[in-house]
């Protein structure tokens, strides 16, 4: 099966879904099948995106306003987009990115509660979106619960439960709205493997 290149593929769940692993996998069977590509993420995928980034997830930092947070996501965003995404689009490359637009919606929207019209206009500041979304989907008490057997935990994963689960609702009602871009995922009781059987039929489903 042949692939038209130049796709944006986005990865979206919340902490402990498993995005970074099917990433790769995606990514591997991809270029297997011909396709130059990229993996990326947000918040981070600039030099200046690493600054932003490391000033987010500090559990140290307090912003005095929820604002303050969004307008960092999505001056992160503007540099990616603008340096990294954009031009690998054009030279025909298939991009995979680690968390979008629908990250700012489900976490500064769902999770933080700021208003739909103010999420909107800071969003609608870059005209890029995504072909293709993946949405991995978990309860959060299970995600929470892998995020801390694993490292350290950041700003977001010191969040409450009731954030979180603000946050999976936001996705989800993203996807009902946009069936048409969204795969979703339910990853509770599956395997990796079959985790990627699905994000793999839903894909390819998409770009044929
Ligand atoms: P990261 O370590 O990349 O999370 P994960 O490994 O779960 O993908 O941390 C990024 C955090 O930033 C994550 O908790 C989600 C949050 N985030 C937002 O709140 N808004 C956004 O627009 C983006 C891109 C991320």
């Given amino acids: 099966m042949s692939i038209s290149p130049g796709y ?25 099948m011909g396709h130059h590509l990229i993996t990326t993420k947000e918040p981070g995928g600039t030099e200046v995106g690493l600054k932003i980034r490391e000033l987010l997830l500090d559990p140290q930092t307090v912003f005095s306003s929820d604002l303050t947070e969004i307008c960092l996501f999505t001056a992160d965003r503007l540099e990616h987009v603008h340096s990294v995404v954009k031009p690998s689009l054009a030279l025909g490359k298939t991009v995979i990115c680690d968390r979008y637009v629908d990250s700012t919606y489900a976490y ?16 609608h500041l870059i005209d890029l979106r995504p072909d293709i979304t993946v949405l991995l989907d978990l309860d959060p008490e299970e995600g ?22 603000r946050v999976r ?3 989800l009602s993203r996807a009902a709205a946009e069936p048409d871009r969204f795969i979703v995922v339910s990853v509770a009781s599956a395997s990796i493997d079959e985790v990627f059987v699905r994000v793999i039929e839903g894909v390819l489903s998409r770009l044929t």
């Avoid at 769940?13 to 270029?31: D, V």
């Avoid at 500064?108 to 969003?123: A, F, N, P, Y």
């Fill in 169 to 171: 609702a936001m996705y």
């Fill in 144 to 165: 929470l619960r892998r995020a801390k057997s694993r490292a350290v935990l950041d700003r977001f994963e010191e969040e409450t439960l009731l954030f979180h689960q």
């Fill in 108 to 123: 500064q929207q769902g999770g933080r509660q700021l208003s739909g019209i103010l999420v909107d206009s800071l969003c």
């Fill in 8 to 32: 944006f593929i986005t990865f979206e769940g919340i902490e402990g879904s498993g995005k970074t692993t099917q990433i790769a996998r995606l990514a591997a069977y991809l270029e297997t």
